[in-house]
């Protein structure tokens, strides 16, 4: 029995990893042995790099979701990737509306056509969490500490696009149609080439960029609780050179300590290209959620 694999948003960031890890290893579909991937179709709107789409186990579905969902074929399992991400549905409400929900539940249709129930898993994010009305003085910030019984309170075009289709996975698999999960994915760092429309572009930014001799700013305001972790992730000054290219304003030196540890005992792992007075890489503001 051949074992066939579909990835929507298969020539993103997170897809074209999937896609690597899917055609390197046997995997496991839900309660099946291990298995390798005889077919692996990868949708999107942008072809796949090429060492993805030279494995002849690859197929390329080129173009809108919506248009061409009806030429995936079938497949034991979907993960559905493609979607615009949250500050570009903001910035469009119509785009993310037609990408996030009209193509979502394009996919979920295609799957409900399957002649046994695909697995699904659809790419939801912690945008669908919010600021709680009843806990306004919550000390964690706004969206506070995240548990399991924490209800979403998406507040974003892009959250609730997300949360409607989390609803829609559900339902569709209590009819029986899919096999689904969602997975409620955090910020995804470090994603590599140059700055996405994600709200939380910058997180990857302030690692990214100055590894590269560029600067980045950390747009999160000083005070904010979890501000002080993306600092520490950060590249650290110590006695490297590129001098500090991340920074925080209003409190460039608070950090310092957390900075300072993670100092690298090695030389600097790339090599630098750029100057101090290389422009500065800035971040988009705003929610800190994709
Ligand atoms: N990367 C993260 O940190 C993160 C966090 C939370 C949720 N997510 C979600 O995970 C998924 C993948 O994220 P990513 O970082 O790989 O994003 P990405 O932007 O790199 O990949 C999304 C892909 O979807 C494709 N796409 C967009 N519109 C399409 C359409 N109409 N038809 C077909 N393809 C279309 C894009 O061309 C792109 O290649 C997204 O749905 C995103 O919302 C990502």
């Not at 696009?161 to 955090?186: H, P, W």
Request: aromatic residues 4%; proline residues 12%; glycine residues 10%.
């Amino acid at each position: 029995m051949s074992t066939r694999v579909i990835v929507t948003g298969g020539a993103g960031f997170i897809g074209t990893l999937l896609a690597r890890r899917l055609l390197a290893r046997p995997v496991t579909i839900a309660d099946g042995r291990p298995a390798p991937v005889d077919e692996l179709v990868l949708a999107d709107l942008v072809a796949p790099p090429p060492d993805v789409a030279g494995d002849p186990r690859v197929r390329a579905v080129t173009g809108d979701l919506a248009a061409t969902a009806g030429q995936l074929g079938e497949a034991d399992a979907i993960f559905h990737l493609a979607g615009v991400v949250s500050g570009a549905a903001e910035a469009d409400f119509d785009l993310g509306m037609r990408v996030n929900l009209d193509g979502t539940r394009a996919v979920l249709e295609h799957a409900r056509r399957h002649q046994a129930p695909p697995v699904l898993v659809f790419s939801s994010s912690l945008a669908v969490f919010g600021q709680d009305p009843a806990r306004p003085a919550n000390p964690g910030g706004p969206a506070g500490t995240v548990g399991d019984d924490t209800l979403p309170r998406p507040q974003s075009s892009y959250g609730i696009q997300k949360f409607i289709g989390e609803q829609l996975v559900a339902d569709y698999t209590r009819k029986g149609f899919v096999r689904g999960r969602s997975v409620r994915l955090m910020t995804v760092a470090v994603r590599p080439g140059k700055p996405n429309a994600a709200a939380s572009s910058f997180v990857s930014g302030i690692i990214r960029e100055p590894l590269a001799g560029l600067r980045a700013t950390c747009p999160v305001p000083p005070g904010t609780p979890g501000r002080a972790v993306l600092a520490a992730a950060a590249p650290c000054r110590g006695s490297c050179a590129p001098p500090p290219s991340a920074t925080c304003p209003g409190q460039p030196d608070r950090d310092e300590p957390a900075r300072a540890r993670h100092h690298p005992p090695a030389p600097w792992p790339t090599r630098w290209t750029g100057s101090p007075a290389t422009p500065r890489a800035t971040s988009s503001t705003g929610p800190t959620t994709r």
